[in-house]
């Protein structure tokens, strides 16, 4: 069964702090893997797209990485802000049409 | 270009009744899909589809019922809601055939009393 473990499940930092989100999956055949930012009461919102070749994608102050061999991905906020507060969430997609696999996501609170 | 628009945004219902949750976007997408997010928990697909007149299940589609009679809309029917259909619904587009980006819309909050 394809599945996506995200970890923590939650994280506490302080402005201006980094840190780094993780994500394991088991999807098969690999397509892509997606990070997602969700803030409370919005819909989901697209943050990188990563294919089997790529190994790092940036967005601003947002970084993923892939490992496709250990099928690990992260996600690391530099310079942390309030704003970045949020629930961080990774799909992953096989090759097949129509469905992703969701991870249950990482709350994360970043406070003053 | 308004993007994926979902109404109503909150919605009280009793047990047995029926409602349509609305589904609309712009963008041309071929590919629509709706999900329901639970408190500390993933979304979770309940139906999708890759073009006008085709539909299939998601993960967990009993009590739902959908249909696609044109691209830009997709529907999404509870045809006698019951509490464990309390929940969040967001609806979802993109481009391809759902291995792609997806854009959301802002989510329906629904509650079965």
């Known amino acids: 069964k394809n599945q996506v473990e995200q970890s923590p499940q939650s994280l506490i930092i302080l402005e201006g702090k980094n840190c780094t989100l993780q994500?394991?999956?088991?999807?098969?055949?690999?397509?892509?893997l997606r990070w997602y930012k969700q803030d409370t009461g919005r819909g989901p919102v697209s943050l990188t797209i990563?294919?089997?070749?790529?190994n790092t994608k940036s967005n601003g102050r947002y970084t993923a990485t892939l490992d496709a061999d250990t099928k690990q991905s992260s996600l690391h906020i530099t310079a942390s802000q309030l704003s970045d507060s949020a629930s961080y969430i990774c799909?992953?997609?096989?090759?097949?049409?129509?469905?992703?696999?969701f991870g249950d996501g990482t709350t994360l609170t970043v406070k003053p | 270009n308004a993007g994926v628009t979902q109404t109503p945004k909150f919605q009280v219902l009793k047990t047995g009744q029926s409602m349509t949750l609305q589904c609309a976007q712009d963008?041309?997408?071929?590919?629509m899909s709706w999900y329901r997010q639970d408190p500390g928990m993933g979304l979770r697909l309940i139906h999708y589809?890759?073009?006008?007149?085709?539909?299939d299940q998601g993960e967990v589609p009993n009590g739902y019922n959908v249909s696609r009679s044109t691209t830009e809309d997709f529907p999404l029917r509870l045809l006698s809601a019951a509490p464990s259909q309390t929940s969040v619904y967001f609806c979802?587009?993109?481009f391809g055939q759902g291995a792609e980006k997806l854009f959301f819309g802002s989510g329906t909050q629904l509650s079965v009393l």
């Open positions: 990563m294919t089997f070749s790529e």
């Open positions: 963008m041309n997408h071929e590919y």
């Open positions: 994500c394991n999956y088991t999807v098969s055949p690999f397509s892509n």
């Open positions: 799909v992953v997609s096989a090759r097949s049409a129509g469905k992703s696999t």
């Open positions: 979802a587009s993109s």
């Open positions: 589809s890759v073009g006008a007149g085709i539909t």
